[in-house]
Structure formats: C-alpha cells, structure tokens
C-alpha cells in the first residue's frame, strides 16, 4: 500500500530493464508496491486483461487501474504522486521536452541495438553493437548538456534519462563482465563512465537493480537459445 492508502501493484520480471524502470521510479519515489512476478512464456490473466494491446510487462495497476509501457509508467507515477519524494521530470517545459527526448533516443538507439546484439553472436549482432557504441557517444553529449555539471541527466538529482538509461545498468556491467569491453570507457566516454558508477551507488539503483551474475547467466542462456535456432535455420 503507497503513501496515502493507494495501492500499487506492479507486473514484471526480475531481469527485465523495462520492468526495472518502474522500480526506480517507484524506489525514487519512496513508494510501497505489491511486485508480482510474471512468467513472460505463459502469461497470466491479469497481465493479459491490463495489457490487451501489447501484452506486455511492465504494467502498473494503481488502485485497480493498469498504466502500460515502461516511460510512461515512469512519468505516471511522477505525475500521480508529485506531492511525494522527489520530481523525476523537470518543472520547465523545455527542459521536460529535452528529457523526454533523449529518454527515447536511449529506447531508439541503444536500447534496440542492444536488444539484437544480445539475440546473435553472429555479424549482424557485432553490427549491433556497433551501432549501440555510437549511440553511447552521443549520449555522453546529451549528459554533457542536461547535466550542466552536476551529476546526472536530472541534474543534481535523477531524472527521466537517468531512469531509462539506468535501467541498463545490470546489462552493460554484463556486457562488460562477458566481453572484456566497457559500453561506456573512461577514454572515450568519460562523463558516462562516472555517471554508471555514480548511479550504481544510488540507494534506490542498489534496492531494485538484477544481480549482475544472474543476468550474465540468463545472457549465456540466451546466447546459446539463439545460437541453436540459427544452426537449425541453416539447416
């Protein structure tokens, strides 16, 4: 039960970032919530009744009502409870533009590249990652600018863009961990290099983050998956 008497129950899986997004916005927020696991290959009722059209998870139901797809869960929950814990969007309208823009550039450009660079080993996945290394490059820009020198996208506190780009956090420290190779190098991207560390560190990062370790095994798993299903398309 949230402050207030609301209840909040939030549908998820312990590995995904979407789902992870709704936890930090809520651990931001102080908020209390039911967290109720969903299994993803047989999918419930009640996750199939909140989310009809895309049926999928992360769905918050807050006092009986579903809200749907991660950044707009997050920015509900800001808006629904600003009376509570600190602001995730900016007051200003342009700077609330700002974040939103660059929250979906991390969807758009990092976020999908790491989707197909963690389904292939093969040369479209090293594309991939190609691709997401780019995109980290004109993310180190975007901290450079909202920042204005302080600490995170939100400036002295987390923000929009930190919420969506540190949701990625267990992922790239297992990206790193199986590869050797660091998303965000301190030579290349040294703004990004100390923000990751900076928001590991967040009480509310280190309350809802996946363990690094079960999400390296989950990312063997994954690879072999998908190893398999090309061997046998090849076939």
């Known amino acids: 039960m949230a402050e207030g008497g ?4 939030l549908l998820g ?19 209390s919530y039911e967290n109720v696991d969903e299994d993803v290959h047989n999918k419930s009722d009640l996750l199939l009744g909140s989310n009809p059209v895309h049926k999928k998870i992360p769905v918050l139901i807050h006092n009986g009502v579903p809200v749907c797809e991660s950044m707009i869960i997050v920015q509900y929950i800001d808006e629904a409870f600003a009376g509570t814990g600190p602001p995730i969007l900016p007051a200003d309208p342009h700077e609330r533009a700002v974040a939103r823009f660059w929250a979906a550039y991390v969807d758009d450009k990092l976020v999908s590249q790491w989707t197909n660079s963690s389904r292939s080993k093969s040369k479209a996945g090293a594309e991939a990652m190609t691709e997401m290394l780019v995109a980290v490059e004109a993310l180190e820009g975007a901290l450079r600018e909202c920042s204005k020198g302080k600490g995170f996208f939100g400036g002295d506190g987390v923000g929009l863009v930190d919420i969506a780009l540190g949701s990625m956090h267990s992922w790239l420290m297992a ?5 050797g190779a660091k998303v965000f190098d301190p030579a290349r991207t040294p703004l990004l290099a100390a923000w990751m560390e900076r928001f590991g560190s967040l009480d509310a ?18 690879h072999g998956q998908a190893a398999a299903a090309s061997t046998s398309n090849n076939k």
């Open 6 to 9: 609301d209840e909040l129950k």
């Open 175 to 179: 990206i790193e961990a199986m590869s």
């Open 13 to 31: 899986s312990w590995s995904s970032p979407f789902v992870t997004r709704a936890k930090l916005a809520l651990a931001i927020k102080g908020l």
């Open 205 to 222: 990062a280190r309350a809802v983050l996946p363990d690094v370790g079960r999400v390296v095994e989950l990312a063997k798993i994954r």
